[in-house]
């Protein structure tokens, strides 16, 4: 896999709530937030055009991930925060969370711009690459995020592109 790859543009801020909301079928909160650091609590979420180049990496914390897992599988919030507070986002939750990740490629997917796909989704706890986790330090071509998922909770996500 290559870091070298044809720029993707950052999304609109109303297309990652609007997508998001529909998917998870609630209303979402979104607001300026701090970057989120590639760390071992965090997932990593890969993005590679038609030719196998990472384009876009979306780093999110263990929070928002489990809340939106929940959200899309309409789990009890208790269990979204005892997920949360025991680090462990295994199973439903983590198969929920990649599926968001997965549909949120469509937000990458405009005219004049490659076309992009999950590629792969590391952590919590798993090694990142490094070419990954040099990308999500990237100053440039970055929104950072914070998200509110009605009767969720909140958590934060940086989405980072080439």
Same mark, same amino acid.
């Given at each position: 896999?290559?870091?070298?790859?044809?720029p993707?543009?950052?999304?609109?801020?109303?297309? &990652?709530?609007t997508?998001?909301?529909?998917? &998870?079928?609630?209303?979402?909160?979104?607001?300026?937030?701090?970057?989120?650091?590639?760390?071992?609590?965090?997932?990593?979420?890969?993005?590679?055009?038609?030719?196998?180049?990472?384009?876009?990496?979306?780093?999110?914390d263990?929070?928002?991930?489990?809340?939106l %897992?929940?959200?899309? %599988?309409?789990?009890?919030?208790?269990?979204?925060?005892?997920?949360?507070?025991?680090?462990?986002l295994?199973g439903?939750l983590? @198969?929920?969370?990649?599926?968001?990740l997965?549909?949120?490629?469509?937000?990458?997917?405009?005219?004049?711009?490659p076309?992009?796909?999950l590629?792969?989704?590391?952590?919590? %706890?798993?090694?990142?690459?490094?070419? &990954?986790?040099?990308?999500?330090?990237?100053?440039?071509?970055?929104? @950072?995020?914070?998200?509110?998922?009605?009767?969720?909770?909140?958590?934060?996500?940086?989405?980072?592109t080439?």
């Amino acid at each position: 896999m290559s870091t070298l790859t044809e720029p993707s543009p950052l999304p609109s801020r109303h297309a &990652v709530r609007t997508l998001i909301e529909g998917l &998870v079928g609630r209303d979402v909160e979104l607001k300026d937030g701090d970057p989120v650091a590639t760390r071992a609590t965090n997932l990593s979420a890969v993005y590679v055009t038609d030719t196998m180049q990472v384009s876009v990496v979306i780093v999110i914390d263990i929070e928002l991930a489990a809340r939106l %897992g929940g959200a899309l %599988g309409m789990l009890p919030r208790g269990g979204v925060d005892d997920a949360i507070e025991e680090g462990d986002l295994s199973g439903l939750l983590r @198969d929920n969370t990649y599926e968001v990740l997965n549909v949120l490629a469509a937000v990458f997917n405009v005219e004049n711009a490659p076309h992009v796909r999950l590629y792969d989704l590391y952590g919590p %706890g798993g090694a990142v690459p490094s070419d &990954v986790v040099a990308l999500s330090q990237t100053l440039g071509s970055r929104m @950072d995020l914070e998200l509110s998922v009605a009767g969720y909770g909140a958590g934060r996500l940086s989405i980072i592109t080439r």
